[in-house]
């Protein structure tokens, strides 16, 4: 496979708590992204880093990306039971054409009232 | 406002029959992607349209599957003599390019009995 590699695979924490999900990847990128997905829904769009960015907030995810490691991470901070989801990191790859996105196997988090 | 849309939600059938599934990116949006998605598994590349030009179509598991996107807008995919295999959650995604944030429909479920 081409995909990268998530961990954890599965995170349960209590509501307050912050969680950490990490991602690994293979291949130079352009960008790194991060989605979430509710059960039976579509991915929505969390956050974006290009390559050149080594770290990136918006109101409480913050993402790492560290080239040299080929790795990126995911962190939520003061987590509710809303965020509870599958969240994903998808590499961006640069093709001839276009940019190709590769979705990772993606980070269950539950998050415990 | 007006997302992806994707229909059917769920598509019921016979193994050996023809489907199509149907995609309505956000107007606008050069870029068209779809994706296969397993239970608990990040979604699958497999093809890429911008415009109406197919650019990608790599990650089409095999030549039952074919996709068009004939005036640059809605996109369909159609899955010929059906397999149990082909059983999945199909997504499909609409960016203003292709090095921007994808925005994704809920998806179609599809169940080969």
């Known amino acids: 496979s081409q995909q990268g590699e998530e961990d954890p695979q599965a995170l349960s924490i209590q509501e307050g708590e912050n969680a950490t999900m990490n991602c690994s990847y293979k291949?130079?990128?352009?960008?790194l992204q991060w989605y979430r997905q509710n059960s039976g829904r579509g991915l929505v769009h969390l956050i974006l880093?290009?390559?050149?960015?080594r770290e990136k907030h918006s109101g409480r995810l913050r993402v790492t990306l560290d080239t040299s490691k080929k790795s990126s991470s995911l962190l939520i901070t003061a987590s509710r039971a809303a965020d509870t989801a599958s969240y994903f990191c998808a590499e961006g790859r640069m093709k001839t054409s276009y940019d190709k996105v590769i979705f990772g196997p993606g980070t269950s988090l539950s998050v415990i009232p | 406002g007006a997302g992806v849309s994707q229909s059917p939600r769920y598509k019921v059938a016979k193994r050996g029959q023809d489907v199509a599934l149907r995609c309505d990116p956000i107007s606008g949006h050069v870029s068209l992607f779809w994706y296969q998605q397993a239970l608990g598994q990040g979604p699958e590349f497999l093809t890429y349209f911008q415009n109406e030009a197919q650019l990608d179509k790599s990650g089409l598991p095999s030549d039952r599957f074919f996709a068009e996107r004939p005036e640059g807008s809605v996109s369909t995919l159609k899955i010929q003599r059906t397999q149990q295999e082909d059983s999945a959650v199909y997504l499909c995604?609409?960016?203003?390019?292709?090095?921007?944030?994808?925005?994704f429909g809920d998806g179609t479920r599809l169940s080969i009995l």
């Open positions: 880093i290009r390559s050149n960015e």
């Open positions: 995604a609409s960016s203003l390019a292709s090095d921007q944030p994808q925005h």
């Open positions: 291949t130079s990128i352009n960008n």
